[in-house]
């Protein structure tokens, strides 16, 4: 089965935010093969990221055997070492890595899930996110609760510290006071804030609500401050969402940054390098909760690959047209079993 051509289509879906996540946001890789399948994967970086694919990694996949995938993806990551590694070549990456696993899953008609367990999971909790800002939880919390979610993450990126400590601890208060004991509770920071005394302090204060986890507290970047955060924070410290590749991972693993992985698979690589994140998560007992994981690629990774609490974010809105999982009852689950990811990108193009 190999590569006849690579195509590349940047959708601007209704809903799509302003900022970085339009102008940078999801690209369509399609890959058409002499076989007659073609695979589709989502990629991030906008039309940068169609550029680095339709000039640099297509000259080196066409005429390849599609089914070499992890050898397709360490060519492509060495040909964009000089300016890749991190950032939007890995995003472009990553949409043609999840179209060859789409072509995998295609070429032996079994989900990708199934290709990578013999039994994966039939569905997994999801969990919704609502952002605060002042001292009372906007109406998402209703929504969140009326949708059937028993896992709530609270944004709290408009928040400044230390300024803003006060009303954010009396907010979180009346969350948790309002859900009562028995729903799940996390925060993310969104990496709104960088001085670590001051996280260190708030996570302490946060502590009694009994959250899950806190979410990117610092820049990503900021490692030697993770890691002195994650050795002190009361409640576990998340993030990964903006790292790249399991080698990015290795290095936040040799840090001991967080107790909690967020790898974005359409990314951080795509499956070929989420899989390696997975694995070491599990070995190192870190765990590895995929960033908007109830989207239907990284939602086959999680019912296939996690062994303990799989949890599901549930996804971004103007992600929906991609179809191919169902929400419902705070649960999410694949629509039906089609062979690869299961979803039909052909009318992007
Ligand atoms: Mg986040």
Not at 69 to 95: D, F, H, N, P, V
Not at 148 to 177: C, H, M, N, W
Request: with cysteine; net charge negative; hydrophobic share 45%.
């Amino acid at each position: 089965m190999n590569i006849t051509d690579i195509r590349v289509a940047c959708p601007t879906p209704p809903g799509m935010p302003t900022g970085w996540r339009g102008t940078m946001g999801q690209i369509i890789v399609a890959i058409d093969t002499d076989s007659g399948l073609s695979g589709y994967g989502i990629g991030g970086g906008g039309a940068a990221a169609r550029h680095v694919i339709e000039e640099a990694l297509r000259p080196l996949l066409l005429g390849a055997d599609a089914d070499q995938i992890e050898e397709l993806w360490e060519r492509q990551y060495r040909a964009t070492l000089a300016y890749g590694r991190k950032g939007l070549a890995i995003m472009a990456l990553s949409g043609v890595d999840l179209a060859l696993w789409d072509l995998r899953g295609k070429a032996a008609d079994v989900s990708v899930a199934r290709l990578l367990s013999p039994t994966p999971t039939a569905d997994t909790p999801a969990y919704f996110t609502v952002g605060m800002a002042g001292d009372d939880p906007d109406a998402g919390i209703g929504v969140a609760l009326d949708a059937g979610y028993e896992t709530i993450k609270l944004g709290l990126g408009r928040f400044s510290l230390p300024a803003d400590a006060d009303v954010l601890v009396q907010g979180v208060r009346k969350v948790r006071q309002r859900v009562g004991p028995d729903i799940a509770l996390m925060a993310d920071a969104a990496m709104a804030w960088s001085d670590r005394e001051a996280v260190l302090e708030i996570s302490q204060a946060l502590a009694e609500f009994d959250l899950g986890w806190l979410e990117e507290p610092l820049p990503a970047d900021d490692l030697e401050g993770y890691a002195w955060l994650a050795g002190r924070s009361p409640v576990p410290i998340a993030g990964g969402e903006h790292e790249f590749t399991a080698r990015g991972f290795s290095e936040l693993l040799a840090r001991g940054c967080h107790q909690v992985y967020q790898p974005d698979i359409c990314w951080c690589g795509g499956l070929t390098q989420l899989r390696q994140i997975y694995a070491l998560g599990r070995t190192h007992n870190v765990r590895v909760v995929p960033h908007r994981g109830s989207e239907v690629f990284g939602l086959h990774a999680i019912l296939a690959l996690e062994a303990g609490a799989p949890l599901a974010e549930s996804g971004r809105p103007w992600m929906e047209w991609v179809g191919g999982r169902e929400l419902s009852g705070g649960r999410a689950r694949l629509q039906g079993e089609g062979a690869g990811f299961g979803v039909d990108l052909s009318a992007c193009f």
